[in-house]
C-alpha cells in the first residue's frame, strides 16, 4: 500500500513495534509524526532516510494533562 501524501502519527515510535511501524510508513512513503516520551531520537533521523517528512515529539499520551 502506497502513503504518499498521508500524514501518519505513531505513538511509542521509539523502539519496539512502534518504531517499526514507524519506519514502514516512512519506507511507504507517509510523512510522520513520532510521539515518544523519551523525546527525538535515531527513530526519526532513520525514517526521514526515505524522503519524507517527519516530526518527533516528546510528550506522555498516559497523561491527559
Same mark, same amino acid.
Given at each position: 500500500?502506497? =502513503?504518499?501524501?498521508? +500524514?501518519?502519527?505513531?505513538?511509542?515510535?521509539?523502539?519496539? +513495534?512502534?518504531?517499526?511501524?514507524?519506519?514502514?510508513?516512512?519506507?511507504?512513503?507517509?510523512?510522520?509524526? *513520532? *510521539?515518544?516520551?523519551?523525546?527525538?531520537?535515531?527513530?526519526?533521523?532513520?525514517? &526521514?532516510? =526515505?524522503?519524507?517528512?517527519?516530526?518527533?515529539?516528546?510528550?506522555?499520551?498516559? &497523561?491527559?494533562?
Amino acid at each position: 500500500m502506497d =502513503f504518499k501524501g498521508k +500524514i501518519a502519527v505513531v505513538t511509542g515510535a521509539s523502539r519496539g +513495534i512502534g518504531k517499526r511501524i514507524t519506519l514502514d510508513l516512512a519506507r511507504r512513503g507517509a510523512d510522520v509524526a *513520532l *510521539l515518544s516520551g523519551q523525546g527525538p531520537d535515531a527513530a526519526a533521523e532513520e525514517a &526521514s532516510e =526515505f524522503g519524507g517528512r517527519t516530526l518527533s515529539l516528546s510528550v506522555d499520551v498516559s &497523561s491527559a494533562e
